[in-house]
């Protein structure tokens, strides 16, 4: 996935998260971020990353904003590995 197309994903999913009203709080409160610090991290790629970070961490959420998007499951790993800080880990 291009960076431009995996920007665009992740701030549909910040909009798709900044609507749940029970996962919010869980991020805000996990974050750290304010309604400030949402509204600026839409234009930062290192901030949309750790959004679909904090998506990921559940199989439900990434589900249920897929499902709501209209975007196959997969669409948030390729759209983080895009972003700043996703490249995938390699120990050997």
Not at 9 to 18: K, Q, S, V
Not at 41 to 49: E, N, R
Not at 61 to 66: E, K, R
Request: hydrophobic share 50%; net charge negative; glycine share 8%.
């Amino acid at each position: 996935m291009e960076r431009n197309a995996a920007e665009i994903f992740a701030t549909r999913a910040l909009g798709w998260l900044a609507a749940q009203d029970e996962i919010l709080p869980v991020f805000m409160g996990a974050s750290g971020a304010s309604a400030e610090d949402l509204r600026h991290g839409a234009a930062d790629p290192a901030f949309l990353g750790a959004v679909l970070d904090f998506l990921m961490m559940d199989d439900a959420w990434v589900i249920a904003c897929c499902d709501d998007l209209g975007a196959p499951y997969t669409q948030p790993q390729a759209a983080r590995a895009a972003l700043p800080g996703g490249a995938e880990m390699h120990w050997t």
